[in-house]
């Protein structure tokens, strides 16, 4: 079974920072594409960002481009999104997902995803 478990949210004032991690168990995710999510209240969940299974190419939604960057370590199965100059409207639960095994390309889109982590809250006060 394969398992996501997101941590690192919290509350922060904003211009502050944030480290999510997203540890992956129960199989290697050297060739799945892995991405960020999130969803604020009353909205519906939107894309993050994306990053492939060779970190050479990620994607960002422009609401993030420039103060999010999205990393992974291969070798500990575990991907990061730092959030940097963080904003009220960063405020949601994230949401780790991963594409199945085999599935190596970055997608935007979370019908590309199979596996989704339980969220993380991350609050930013003004």
């Known amino acids: 079974q394969v398992q996501l478990v997101e941590s690192g949210g919290g509350l922060v004032q904003a211009g502050g920072s944030l480290r999510l991690s997203c540890a992956a168990s129960?199989?290697?995710?050297?060739?799945?594409?892995m991405g960020w999510f999130r969803q604020a209240p009353g909205k519906e969940r939107e894309f993050v960002a994306t990053i492939s299974w060779s970190a050479s190419n990620p994607r960002y939604a422009d609401s993030v481009k420039g103060r999010f960057t999205i990393s992974r370590n291969n070798v500990k199965n575990t991907v990061y999104l730092q959030m940097n100059s963080l904003k009220p409207e960063d405020t949601a639960v994230y949401y780790c997902a991963a594409r199945e095994q085999g599935y190596s390309n970055i997608a935007t889109t979370q019908n590309a995803y199979y596996y989704w982590g339980q969220g993380t809250q991350v609050t930013v006060s003004s």
């Open positions: 129960g199989r290697a995710f050297t060739t799945n594409a």
